[in-house]
């Protein structure tokens, strides 16, 4: 940070496969096209959490609401990808894979799509940032906050 920091920022390869949603995550992807973070909240217990689930891993109550969240959060842990592991990652090497702790708890995996992955630190300050990938996915990132 400071006089370290770069123009560095991150861009998402064209061909590398996107997610997936299962089930039980589609109200997570749905909230992103409307550039909303929402985590599960059992209905029972109130315990938020991510990723997606069934079941409330806290109490087991099947009762899954969604909370929005303010998108603010923190780098809790993160990991720098030096090698290639996808063909389409070749020339996108390195880049730092991200765990947020947002500020009501919960984790989730993203990228800081601002900061050089070797200026990535535990603590960092950062904010949600929605990019759409296609008309059907929209991603979620975050931003030096
Ligand atoms: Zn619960």
Redesign the pocket.
């Known amino acids: 940070m400071g006089a370290s920091q770069t123009n560095w920022s991150f861009t998402r390869p064209e061909r590398l496969p996107l997610p997936q949603p299962f089930e039980e995550a589609l109200p997570f992807w749905e909230s992103l096209k409307r550039n909303e973070l929402r985590v599960q909240k059992?209905q029972?217990?109130?315990?938020l959490s991510h990723p997606p689930k069934a079941m409330?891993a806290?109490?087991?109550?099947f009762k899954m609401g969604w909370e929005l969240m303010s998108g603010r959060g923190t780098v809790f842990s993160y990991i720098v990808t030096r090698q290639p592991i996808h063909p389409a990652l070749v020339s996108h090497t390195p880049f730092a894979t991200v765990q947020v702790q947002l500020e009501e708890g919960p984790i989730v995996v993203s990228n800081v799509l601002d900061v050089a992955p070797d200026e990535i630190r535990i603590g960092l300050s950062v904010r949600a940032t929605f990019e759409p990938a296609n008309d059907d996915v929209t991603l979620l990132y975050f931003v030096r906050a």
Do not use: G, I, M, Y
């Not at 029972?44 to 315990?47: D, I, Q, W």
């Open positions: 059992c029972e217990c109130a315990e409330c806290s109490c087991h109550s």
